[in-house]
């Protein structure tokens, strides 16, 4: 795979062409690698060293993609390069696991300042984009469709952002971040992760934040997904929460999705806080959310399965109409919870409006 300067041979025109825009190397002497359809992004990033970039331009490919380098950059021409699964012969262990692209770093030993941005990932059994053990990473104008369970998913990491992608038609959250998928641990302080103006529908889920702390999920579109948006936290110290959900529009998400071992099933839930604490849910608009199931409703406050009670969590300034049984539900009998100046028509119990 070729490895040089922006400034080189006809593909730089290409490039500029298919929207990718030309780039100036740094002064480090950063370097862009150029991978056309036929050829293997993976090899490319193998040979890529920190700071460099990766351009795929358009095209089908049919791999999986390991990154195991800081600081790279992994960028396709927008939703026309599309990763898809390959065949054992390109197999690899983020193949093997069932996903697109994997960032992977380890819990002790955080993978630094990666990239991935505009392509489209689907098909996979997985996960669109894996992350482990990451530390600012940015996931950008990524558009994950149809994964087997999540979209784009991030756990054991910190100063994650998560900007302007679509999430479409997941098996479960179209995007999802976690403390530990596997271990039954604490909230994680994810040290200041941004989850902003993504587009997320028809997923099982829309967005699950899961045992986390020190985050904010602001801007997003969440529409015909069976669930909006999930707090989750559960008996463990630290608790989840401490967050912010804030300026979403979470609208008419009433698929049906069945019950699992974990929740019953679901449909018509905007946003739901269960076992979380000190959470601030402000300025949204939540309309039409309308279903039958226990976590049904506009905003919704729900004790954990395993017995955990929401806390200290501020609801206010949200604009709700139209959700079933009620703009606001509050099922939990934990301390401190605050309903302040929403604006909705009817509230489980009566009052809160």
């Excluded at 095209?59 to 990763?83: D, H, M, N, Q």
């Excluded at 998400?253 to 974990?262: E, S």
């Excluded at 806080?273 to 608009?285: Q, S, Y």
């Excluded at 919704?300 to 395993?306: A, K, P």
Aim: hydrophobic share 35%; glycine share 12%; proline share 3%.
């Amino acid at each position: 795979m070729i490895k040089s300067h922006i400034a080189y041979l006809a593909c730089t025109a290409a490039i500029v062409g298919t929207g990718l825009g030309a780039a100036s190397p740094s002064s480090s002497g950063d370097s862009i690698h150029v991978v056309v359809e036929g050829e293997s992004i993976q090899k490319a990033v193998d040979a890529a060293e920190p700071g460099d970039t990766v351009l795929v331009t358009p095209g089908t490919y049919r791999e999986s993609v390991k990154v195991t380098t800081p600081g790279l950059t992994l960028r396709g021409a927008g939703r026309g390069t599309v990763i898809k699964p390959g065949t054992t012969k390109t197999a690899n262990s983020c193949a093997a696991a069932g996903n697109g692209i994997c960032v992977v770093g380890t819990k002790a030993r955080k993978l630094e300042d990666v990239t991935v941005s505009s392509l489209t990932v689907t098909g996979f059994t997985k996960s669109g984009v894996s992350a482990f053990g990451t530390d600012g990473l940015t996931v950008r104008n990524v558009t994950a469709v149809k994964n087997g369970v999540w979209g784009i998913a991030q756990e054991q990491s910190v100063r994650g952002v998560f900007r302007g992608n679509t999430a479409r038609d997941n098996g479960d959250a179209g995007l999802f971040l976690a403390n530990s998928v596997t271990a039954e641990e604490g909230a994680a302080d994810t040290r200041g992760t941004v989850v902003e103006y993504n587009r997320l529908e028809g997923n099982r889920i829309g967005v699950t934040v899961r045992r986390l702390r020190n985050l904010s999920v602001e801007s997003n579109h969440i529409t015909g997904n069976c669930a909006g948006l999930f707090v989750v936290g559960d008996e463990n110290k630290p608790r989840a929460g401490d967050l912010a959900v804030r300026e979403n529009h979470v609208v008419e998400n009433n698929k049906y999705c069945p019950k699992t071992a974990r929740l019953p099933f679901l449909q018509g839930s905007g946003i739901v806080l269960t076992g979380a604490e000190k959470t601030l849910v402000t300025g949204n608009v939540i309309k039409d959310n309308a279903g039958t199931s226990p976590l049904s409703g506009g905003i919704v406050l729900f004790q954990s399965l395993v017995g955990v009670k929401s806390e200290k969590n501020r609801i206010s300034d949200n604009e709700l109409e139209g959700n079933a049984p009620a703009d606001l539900v509050n099922t939990d009998t934990g301390k401190g919870n605050t309903f302040e100046n929403n604006s909705c028509w009817a509230s489980k119990p009566a009052g809160l409006c």
